[in-house]
């Protein structure tokens, strides 16, 4: 283990968290037994779009063990789940926003929907009784083609008739139309980038209990963001004062966004636990994870690239329809519109970009962020527009690429953004070397000569994360802060605790974020102990989302120790007879500057708890600080990826054979994490590049791959072993640590670079993800 005076800033540590997961000592939502403990099931439509006629529960209460049944009845004193972001319509008009009841009421908009809850002693009993609830449905038409969805004859609320919830536009729309109509050259694209269900290691749970004797409520939830939640839950749902109730996001089994946003299934058992007096559990089955999480993606997009005869981009003109579901899910709205149209730069000098975006209610699970969440949407439209159109115009593609990218900063796009800094060529020359793009022209003849076809693809990107600032938030729509909390508290011994507003659940926060504090402080890693994820104990956060962690909530304990060190310097000057101007503070000590009196941190925290002839009249005792931060700008990760493939051409199947990426993510704090989350990342974009994909009966509404046996989820064999580097960097140039966002990046880079890569080995430009060998397989037969 490194010294203090060693630094602990760029050091792959091992992440001490994992201690306790490997041996089995987390504790999740599930695992929490209180007294008195009683179990929630929740009966679902088997319908996607019905009238409830009759939902007969009489038998289910007389069943054994049961405490309760409650039915959308119950619930319509209290509002609907709200959506987080006001979207409006090109002419200015507000987007539709029909509301969401936590329990269906003479309606039901998917399959999944849930229309009651049953609460018994055990878990066994709530689910026997759960089946004799008898529900009588008079059967709607469905609408689950995202493509087809506005105008179909079947209405999913009726304040939408049309079934759009808005068409909102971004960039200027008469510059790009004349561009495009003078253009010399056009690259014109039609996708798909297909519904993904999220499937984190751990279901959705939840476990309420109400306290009478005090009023006072506390939810223990799988959530990432549990202030968030408390706040939308009481002050636009249940009307409970926030500080009545505790919300807990205990170890978390992953979310990949999916567990961002309030569910019906929370606020429900919060609702009961009061009616009953009693604590409700309820943890979602793999079925149930299947049909009510909140999906991601799921577009359907017409997109054109207008160059002149060098290659040079002169405009771009992109036409998306975004399914959003029966309902809008907290973030919904803003994950199409505003996550996505304004990355559609890209890395390049586009001059002219419009963007028009038109999100339509469909009677399918509701449709919100995942991993990436807009920025994968994105790149994959800018970056498969330009790898066609270096064929179309007979252009290497890294050369037709470094024709346009942006080379002076910061940056102002057409679709509203600011890029602060990067270098984007230096990350296409480095992942040429790292994937040895010289020796393509050999392996590919090798595969030939084996009967099997060998493509290349490239993929550069950027995203913005680090979800903030609240200004230009709040000027797009959203209706929250995007700010982050810190606190950092001092004991008299000189060890530390934290409490972040951010949340961890995979990302490693209690390693890292111990990193930075011991490298401010020099004090030993172990010395510092970080909470998080407890409304009880930590200042109001926004929570972990969009790569926000560390340049936001490790932003704001930075500034929180930063405060503890200037108090701390008022004491060690009294303490060395100085003045305070003359203290300076490294490596764990005050010191007199340019002499050899020095006292360490220690000392000055005990004397700030003990304080023995002590100014206690111009400084109070304790050494204790918290610290808001919110950036002026997004962070900008960006970088540059490889893929080759091997194709059968007898039976369509895909072998990604090389897999190359390097990321520029600022400064890096812990190599090791972050070369996971790359990974990570990786594995979920070519999953959605191969094999995932979420699919309805256009007809029915059913959802046809609701299991393991029906969604393909990428295992080992389905991966290479992945060449991963960072960048030198180019560090962000408005945070304290110069970081950057990185545990979205793989999954936004890579899908485009496998169907780049695909489309390559196969001789075609158009493509529909997931690339099955059934689909690849007809797409050969069609170009010959």
């Not at 960097?729 to 793989?746: I, M, Q, R």
């Amino acid at each position: 283990m490194n010294s203090p005076k060693e630094g602990f800033i760029g050091q792959s540590i091992k992440r001490r968290e994992d201690a306790r997961f490997l041996t089995g000592r987390g504790q999740y939502t599930d695992d929490i037994v209180l007294p008195r403990q009683t179990f929630g099931v929740f009966v679902r439509s088997s319908y996607a779009h019905a009238r409830l006629k009759r939902v007969e529960t009489t038998a289910a209460k007389a069943a054994e063990g049961v405490l309760g049944v409650y039915t959308g009845e119950h619930f319509r004193d209290v509002g609907g789940l709200p959506c987080g972001w006001l979207i409006n319509n090109i002419d200015g008009t507000p987007m539709k926003e029909p509301k969401h009841p936590i329990l269906a009421d003479g309606k039901v908009r998917y399959v999944g929907d849930a229309l009651a809850l049953v609460v018994a002693e055990t878990l066994a009993e709530a689910k026997a009784a759960a089946a004799l609830v008898e529900v009588d449905y008079d059967e709607l038409p469905a609408v689950a083609d995202t493509a087809s969805a506005a105008g179909h004859a079947g209405t999913v609320h009726d304040e939408a008739a049309d079934n759009r919830c808005y068409t909102w536009g971004c960039g200027d729309k008469t510059a790009t139309d004349a561009a495009m109509a003078a253009a010399p050259h056009i690259t014109k694209l039609h996708f798909r980038n297909n519904r993904l269900i999220p499937n984190a290691i751990e279901p959705r749970a939840a476990n309420a209990s109400y306290d009478p004797s005090s009023d006072h409520y506390t939810l223990y939830v799988a959530n990432q963001n549990p202030h968030v939640e408390r706040l939308l839950m009481c002050a636009f749902v249940l009307g409970i004062p926030e500080h009545k109730l505790r919300v807990v996001a205990p170890d978390v089994g992953g979310g990949f966004g999916s567990k961002i946003f309030l569910y019906a299934e929370e606020t429900a058992l919060v609702w009961a636990s009061k009616q009953l007096g009693r604590p409700i559990k309820w943890t979602a089955e793999r079925s149930e994870s299947f049909l009510s999480d909140a999906h991601g993606r799921d577009h359907v997009t017409t997109a054109e690239l207008a160059t002149d005869s060098n290659g040079r981009f002169l405009a771009m003109r992109v036409h998306t329809t975004a399914n959003l579901g029966a309902y809008l899910s907290t973030f919904a709205s803003c994950v199409p519109t505003i996550l996505y149209a304004t990355l559609l730069a890209g890395q390049y000098t586009t001059p002219k970009i419009y963007a028009e975006v038109t999100g339509v209610f469909t009677n399918t699970a509701p449709v919100d962020a995942y991993r990436g969440a807009g920025r994968p949407e994105a790149t994959y439209v800018v970056e498969r527009l330009v790898e066609t159109a270096a064929h179309e115009l007979d252009i290497d593609p890294a050369e037709l690429r470094r024709r346009n990218f942006i080379k002076e900063f910061p940056y102002a796009t057409p679709v509203g953004l600011t890029y602060d800094i990067g270098d984007y060529d230096a990350t296409l020359t480095q992942v040429q070397q790292l994937a040895d793009v010289a020796g393509y022209a050999a392996r590919k003849a090798v595969s030939a000569a084996k009967g099997l076809k060998r493509g290349i693809g490239y993929s550069t990107y950027i995203e913005a994360c680090g979800l903030a600032p609240s200004n230009v938030a709040g000027a797009l729509g959203a209706r929250a802060g995007l700010f982050e909390a810190g606190e950092v508290r001092v004991h008299p011994t000189g060890k530390v605790t934290v409490f972040t507003g951010s949340h961890s659940h995979g990302q490693g926060h209690e390693t890292t974020f111990a990193q930075v504090v011991a490298d401010r402080l020099g004090i030993p890693l172990e010395d510092i102990d970080i909470q998080h994820g407890d409304t009880g104990k930590v200042l109001f956060g926004m929570g972990t989302y969009g790569s926000r962690s560390l340049a936001v909530g490790g932003a704001a304990i930075v500034k929180a120790v930063d405060k503890v060190i200037a108090k701390g310097r008022k004491i060690a000057a009294h303490l060395l007879e100085a003045g305070e101007g003359d203290i300076e503070f490294k490596d764990g000590e005050y010191r007199i500057a340019g002499t050899d009196r020095a006292i360490p941190f220690a000392q000055v925290s005990l004397t700030a708890y003990v304080p023995h002839n002590y100014p206690l009249d111009k400084l109070e005792p304790g050494l204790n600080e918290n610290a808001f931060y919110d950036p002026s700008n997004f962070t900008y990760p960006a970088g540059s990826y490889v893929c080759e493939v091997e194709v059968d051409p007898t039976t369509g199947v895909v072998r990604i054979d090389r897999f190359s990426a390097v990321d520029d993510f600022g400064n890096i704090v812990n190599p090791m994490i972050v070369e996971g989350q790359v990974h990570g990342g990786l594995a979920q974009g070519i999953g959605q590049a191969l094999l995932e994909h979420g699919v309805y009966d256009a007809d029915s509404g059913q959802l046809l791959t609701g299991s393991y046996m029906d969604y393909a989820m990428p295992r080992a064999d389905d991966l290479p072993s992945f060449q991963v580097q960072t960048a030198k960097g180019t560090p962000c140039t408005h945070n304290p640590l110069g970081v950057k966002g990185c545990g979205e990046a793989g999954a936004i880079g890579s899908p485009a670079a496998v169907m780049n890569a695909i489309c390559d080995a196969i001789g075609v430009k158009d493509l529909a993800m997931p690339a099955t060998p059934c689909t690849v397989w007809t797409a050969m037969q069609s170009a010959t």
